[in-house]
């Protein structure tokens, strides 16, 4: 019955669309970085882990930092995030059972044609951005301590820089996710740290380019945590971990995510990053 309330309070809170209760086991609330469900695959994997086995995934999207946040409340069952600073926290302070590598896809520097800051094809992101700062070249951020925002924050850590001034400019409404930060660094004709994914999607409706690609530094992995059941008795470990056996096996959510995206885009959004599948392309000894 708590469960039953919680989701009809959930719906009410965060006007999820679709979000539909049920008491007890065979439903699972998922809290997840919006990237992968702005891209369409959340959604997927969630309808075909139901058609499969009868289990309900619901889920709730925010930045990494806020998806964490949601889940300390004990209102969560899992969550879909990538920020491993954050992630390792959320698990040392018990509210997370474990990190479980699911995917990964990449990050990537966009900005407008012209490239007033000159950093087409440098193969450095950490030497991009300095060139960016050095130009006062403006440079959007989400600032709102999502996945994307650590992971900018992190190259310019590397880079030795804290970017300030009026060239760095913060999104206000950045909690909304990728896709409308990039909507308005388009705008703007600035340049930006995004997920491939998102830049792929919006492709067609923007002017920005990649120019910053393929440094290992930009690569972007994104993990699955249980809430802990010892600390919330409400979570619903049993149907959780058959979610995440479903979705880090072979033949199950892993061939989903690896072939997601190829027919629209010509490439994969995401790439399969399971223990299982890793071991599975070894090389054989």
Excluded at 5 to 33: D, N, Q, Y
Excluded at 96 to 104: C, V, W
Excluded at 112 to 122: C, Y
Aim: proline share 4%; aromatic share 10%; charged share 25%.
């Amino acid at each position: 019955m708590k469960r039953w309330f919680f989701t009809f309070l959930f719906c009410s809170l965060f006007f999820i669309p679709g979000l539909v209760s049920a008491e007890g086991s065979k439903f699972i609330l998922l809290s997840s970085t919006i990237g992968p469900i702005d891209s369409g695959i959340v959604g997927v994997l969630e309808d075909r882990f139901e058609k499969e086995t009868g289990i309900r995934v619901r889920h709730v999207g925010a930045g990494t930092g806020a998806a964490l946040n949601i889940a300390r409340k004990g209102n969560i069952d899992l969550v879909m995030v990538h920020a491993k600073p954050l992630e390792e926290k959320f698990i040392q302070e018990g509210f997370g059972t474990e990190r479980i590598d699911l995917m990964y896809n990449d990050f990537v520097i966009v900005g407008p044609k012209d490239d007033s800051a000159g950093v087409k094809g440098v193969k450095q992101a950490t030497e991009a951005l300095k060139r960016i700062s050095a130009k006062g070249a403006t440079f959007i951020t989400r600032g709102d301590k999502s996945g994307t925002h650590v992971g900018e924050m992190t190259l310019w850590e590397k880079a030795g820089m804290k970017p300030s001034g009026p060239w760095y400019v913060v999104f206000e409404k950045g909690s909304e996710g990728n896709a409308a930060t990039l909507r308005f660094a388009d705008q703007k004709s600035a340049y930006a740290f995004i997920d491939r994914a998102t830049f792929l999607s919006l492709k067609d409706a923007i002017k920005l380019v990649i120019l910053v690609e393929g440094d290992e530094a930009l690569l972007n992995y994104i993990s699955l945590i249980p809430v802990n059941p010892k600390k919330f008795p409400d979570v619903n470990g049993k149907d959780v971990a058959t979610f995440v056996k479903w979705l880090t096996a072979l033949e199950k959510g892993q061939v989903i995510i690896r072939d997601f995206g190829k027919d629209k885009y010509g490439s994969p959004l995401f790439f399969p990053n399971s223990k299982e599948w890793k071991n599975a392309q070894a090389p054989k000894k």
